[in-house]
């Protein structure tokens, strides 16, 4: 199968990926990126924590620099999509050009859930997507005094740890009843709560906003659920995303949170492909249920698995999940998925801020959860990307050390 | 601004204009200098941005700090001189450094 032309829709780590892998692969058709914001491809981990405080600047986002498209033929477009044409296999743009595909990749990300209160929409309340958020967000960020942060996830958290490292009065409410309740086990999250209480950020948990309150357009206050008045001159919210299917949806393809894709992750039309944060894949860590994954990982190796499909390689995808989050002086590491987790082995100590949480589930180790031990994390990953697994007895062990025991049994 | 040349494993160079401030990763994968492939993007999370200093340009380089340390107890072929390339910040003093490439990044 020679494709004459691959066109791809999003232009943030997926996309971007997808077409750097396939000039990787040899691939020497026509590669046309579309992205939907102004610039170059960036980066967007950094955008809640680095970045706002300074340590990194703009240019240090970009993947590439303006050259490397024209050197490696990637016409890289800043338009919208507006429609899927895939009867012509064809997209239409906002511009009104419609550009021809041979196959055709949704890389099309998602987008922050909407804080659902009267007062969301002043305009010192931010959800942290895009580099325009950030750049908006910064300066405010500087000067805040009392900042109230919505959800108390990883976007959530790295934002409160920046606020108070500024100086700013932090104030977190999250309705679950730890922080970072869905991703990590209950040790861990004891951990970085009382980390960010170290640093002068207060939590309320079980705990929503009815409402933001504005005074001549300005935030002033949020009203949480149980009737109290938080002063607040800065609102960030990080309460999840929704993906962004609406294109597929519209083009009628199969839709299940996200897009439904299969294990080679092609959609319900063979000549289209999803990736990353839009696709909702069968996944090998989690019994392969279709499970929709938000991270760069994802994003860049099921952009190397669709890359190799196109050239001919075509592998079921079913690389391990890991994930990272910075907050203050904390790298929160994990691998694996923790899903249905029954059991946990601790090892380290939390006083010293370095600690694992080994996830097993039958006894069988399903996921790592590191904090400021580095060596863990890379041994989890290589544990959990090949037999032998290691049991909750053995882990369990006076002394365990996990970089020993994956030293020892390797092959 | 300082040139840095990185020589891949089968031997080929690559002569790449850095910027101070920027990491040796950045220079790298901007110039396209293939077998970095960086994936977490410089937060000293992933390991696959290891080079190799040449020995002679080892003073110039800081130590690694333990994180980067732990991280490269699992890189390919570790040695002495091997560094996480994104947890190396351009300098002036750095004009001129060769760093070579392993074979492998996984």
Request: proline fraction near 4%.
């Amino acid at each position: 199968m020679t494709l004459a032309s691959v066109v791809i829709v999003g232009a943030g780590q997926a996309g971007f990926q997808v077409a750097t892998s396939l000039r990787q692969e040899g691939y020497e058709g026509r590669i046309t990126l579309i992205g939907d914001e102004p610039g170059l491809p960036y980066q967007r981990p950094p955008l809640s924590k680095a970045y706002l405080l300074g340590k990194i600047q703009d240019t240090n986002l970009l993947f590439r620099p303006a050259d490397f498209y024209t050197a490696q033929r990637i016409d890289l477009l800043h338009d919208q999509v507006t429609a899927i044409d895939r009867q012509n296999r064809r997209v239409v743009l906002a511009s009104g050009d419609a550009i021809n595909y041979d196959h055709l990749v949704l890389a099309t990300g998602a987008h922050n859930r909407p804080l659902p209160v009267p007062g969301a929409e002043l305009p010192q309340v931010f959800g942290i997507k895009t580099k325009a958020d950030a750049d908006a967000l910064a300066p405010l960020a500087k000067a805040a005094r009392n900042v109230v942060v919505i959800g108390a996830g990883f976007i959530g958290l790295e934002f409160a740890a920046v606020a108070a490292a500024l100086g700013a009065n932090v104030h977190v409410l999250e309705l679950a009843e730890r922080p970072m309740a869905r991703a990590v086990s209950r040790e861990m999250s004891e951990l970085f709560r009382q980390a960010h209480e170290q640093w002068g950020v207060h939590f309320d948990f079980r705990e929503g906003l009815s409402r933001i309150d504005g005074d001549n357009g300005k935030v002033c206050a949020v009203q949480t659920a149980d009737g109290r008045a938080l002063p607040a001159d800065l609102v960030v919210f990080g309460i999840g995303v929704i993906p962004n299917a609406q294109l597929a949806t519209e083009a009628g393809l199969a839709i299940e949170n996200g897009i439904k894709v299969d294990a080679n992750l092609l959609t319900s039309d063979p000549r289209i492909s999803a990736l990353g944060d839009v696709a909702n894949f069968p996944c090998l860590q989690n019994d392969e249920k279709h499970t929709r994954l938000e991270s760069v990982q994802n994003a860049v190796d099921q952009a190397r698995a669709v890359a190799a499909r196109l050239m001919g390689k075509p592998a079921p995808y079913g690389a391990l999940p890991w994930f990272w989050t910075d907050q203050g002086d904390l790298k929160l590491q994990i691998a694996g998925l923790s899903n249905g987790y029954d059991s946990t082995v601790v090892l380290g100590s939390a006083a010293d801020k370095q600690l694992s949480v080994l996830c097993f589930r039958n006894d069988r180790l399903v996921a790592v959860e590191s904090c400021n031990r580095m060596g863990d994390h890379m041994a989890a990953r290589k544990i959990l990307s090949r037999a032998p697994r290691l049991t909750a007895a053995e882990a369990s062990a006076e002394g365990f050390d996990l970089k020993a025991w994956e030293a020892a049994n390797r092959d | 601004m300082p040139t840095l040349t990185f020589i891949e494993h089968n031997g080929t160079a690559h002569q790449v204009k850095g910027d101070i401030g920027q990491s040796v990763m950045q220079a790298a994968t901007f110039a396209s200098v293939p077998g970095i492939p960086a994936d977490c993007g410089g937060a000293c999370s992933c390991a696959t941005c290891h080079t190799y200093v040449d020995d002679a340009w080892l003073s110039k380089v800081q130590a690694a700090e333990s994180m980067e340390n732990d991280m490269l107890e699992y890189a390919f072929e570790r040695r002495d001189n091997s560094r996480l390339s994104c947890q190396l910040i351009i300098s002036e003093e750095m004009d001129g450094m060769v760093l070579h490439l392993p074979a492998s990044q996984f």
